[in-house]
């Protein structure tokens, strides 16, 4: 069965400093990874997505991510921070189960920027 | 852009009663998943559907929460009888198709508070 892990539940950081955001991931097959972003009261929205090809994702608002497949890793980075990143974020993983895909969302990590 | 649509935003109700949660997903998406956030968490899957039928409906507690997609475009989910547990935000969201690795598109949420 997959998982994912985000050690990190709460990370705080300036304003203008870099920031990473780590999610590691376990499975038996392929896997396609995703990283959300969640404003207080909204939906999730897509940042990126790793579906194959180069092992580094650009997304939205400046945030990138590398697919480490040794380590099971997918974490998200982004080199200055702005307030408005201020937010929670999750990892997810989707993988194929008898036709259709199961996607499974870690526990999320919220980024706090600090002025 | 096109959006899930979801209602109500928010809904208070007593324990015992009924409530129902109505999405729109985005015109021509295939998969339709129905999630619930308990605050601090990741979302979790309750029901996913494929056109008309359910694909995935195991982690729906079937003896309260019922989720229906009868033409395969809107759906409604019920909570009947609610209890204090069921406070949650629940997340209607779409992809364009079912197999791995699809863009899975959230709506703003229905947050539920039961008293």
């Not at chain 1, 990473?20 to 009261?41: A, D, K, M, T």
């Not at chain 2, 990741?42 to 409906?57: A, I, K, N, R, Y």
Request: some cysteine; proline content about 4%.
């Amino acid at each position: 069965a997959q998982s994912v892990t985000q050690l990190d539940s709460q990370v705080p950081v300036f304003e203008e400093a870099p920031v990473e955001l780590r999610c590691n991931y376990s499975s038996s097959v392929s896997v396609y990874l995703f990283w959300y972003v969640q404003y207080p009261n909204q939906g999730l929205q897509l940042l990126l997505k790793y579906l194959s090809g180069s092992t580094l994702v650009k997304g939205i608002n400046g945030f990138e991510a590398e697919f480490n497949k040794s380590q099971t890793s997918f974490h998200l980075r982004k080199p200055s921070v702005h307030i408005s990143d201020t937010a929670e974020y999750f990892c997810a993983v989707s993988e194929g189960a008898g036709g259709y895909q199961k996607v499974t969302f870690g526990t999320g990590t919220k980024l706090q920027v600090i002025p | 852009e096109a959006e899930v649509a979801q209602s109500p935003r928010y809904k208070i109700t007593e324990k015992s009663q009924a409530v129902a949660f109505w999405c729109d997903p985005i015109s021509g998406h295939a998969t339709l998943y129905w999630y619930r956030q308990i605050l601090g968490q990741g979302p979790e899957l309750l029901v996913q559907f494929q056109d008309e039928s359910v694909v995935d409906d195991s982690q729906l507690p079937k003896d309260r929460f019922s989720a229906e997609r009868l033409k395969g475009v809107d759906s409604t989910l019920k909570i009947q009888p609610a209890e204090l547990g069921d406070s949650a935000m629940y997340l209607c969201a779409s992809s364009l198709r079912t197999t791995e690795g699809n863009t899975i598109y959230f709506g703003e949420g229905s947050w539920l508070t039961v008293v």
